[in-house]
């Protein structure tokens, strides 16, 4: 089976431009989350979905937004983009009703660099 | 405020060696612990997890934790590292209600010398 997918993997944009990332989810796994990685930081938590709905939304400014399809893949996008957005971005998926008791799998990334 | 704590930033040892890594977690809550492990070049794998029941976890290839709450710390142990274990290894925590949100840590780099 397939695990989470990312794209694209890498991302090269300029500041104050708009960018789109997109995640599928292992087959089955109806809740999604997005972090981002600083270099030399843990993941931090943006948002998570669940059946289409926003269940969780981290600290993190307007300018970030996201959302799940009908077939629970989804995308998220970033909008007036900063040098300091410059990050690995993780979608994770889990089979949970957006619960907790359960392992979240993490797809590879999407490494976006602002120049 | 939640928080993650590892103490040890980069970590060297000899094949064969013991291998222990902190972690100790701020959440006012009952919680839920994970261990990650990011091999080089690849995604972010579980290594263990906590829920309830028995504090000492066992995960894959050997890896084992200990959940000590009045401690707030969930300790990673493998009596005998290889060189295959190099990796970047994050101790998370999630609060074992409402929805899934892993709060991470810095992360520890292991580099295990043949």
């Known amino acids: 089976d397939a695990g989470v997918t990312q794209s694209p993997t890498h991302l090269i944009k300029t500041r104050g431009q708009q960018v789109t990332l997109r995640c599928s989810p292992i087959?089955?796994?109806?809740?999604v989350s997005w972090y981002q990685q600083v270099l030399g930081q843990g993941p931090q938590f943006i948002f998570q979905?669940?059946?289409?709905?926003?269940?969780g939304r981290g600290n993190f400014p307007d300018r970030f937004s996201a959302r799940q399809f009908p077939n629970y893949s989804s995308e998220l996008n970033v909008n007036a983009l900063l040098l300091g957005d410059s990050a690995l971005y993780l979608c994770?998926?889990?089979?949970?009703?957006?619960?907790?008791?359960?392992?979240?799998?993490f797809g590879q990334g999407t490494r976006l660099t602002v120049v | 405020a939640q928080s993650v704590s590892q103490h040890n930033h980069h970590v060297i040892l000899s094949e064969a060696a013991s291998l222990e890594l902190g972690c100790n977690y701020s959440y006012g809550g009952t919680v839920n612990l994970f261990w990650y492990v990011q091999y080089p070049g690849q995604h972010l794998q579980l290594l263990l997890k906590?829920?309830?029941?028995?504090?000492l976890v066992k995960g894959i290839k050997g890896f084992e934790a200990e959940f000590i709450k009045s401690k707030f710390s969930f300790n990673l142990r493998k009596p005998s590292v290889q060189w295959s274990d190099t990796a970047e290894y994050f101790c998370a925590v999630n609060g074992a209600t409402g929805f899934q949100k892993l709060v991470f840590g810095t992360g520890t780099r292991l580099l295990v010398s043949p």
């Open positions: 979905y669940y059946e289409k709905e926003e269940r």
């Open positions: 087959s089955g796994h109806k809740s």
């Open positions: 906590y829920f309830s029941g028995d504090p």
């Open positions: 994770a998926s889990s089979s949970s009703r957006g619960q907790v008791n359960t392992e979240a799998f």
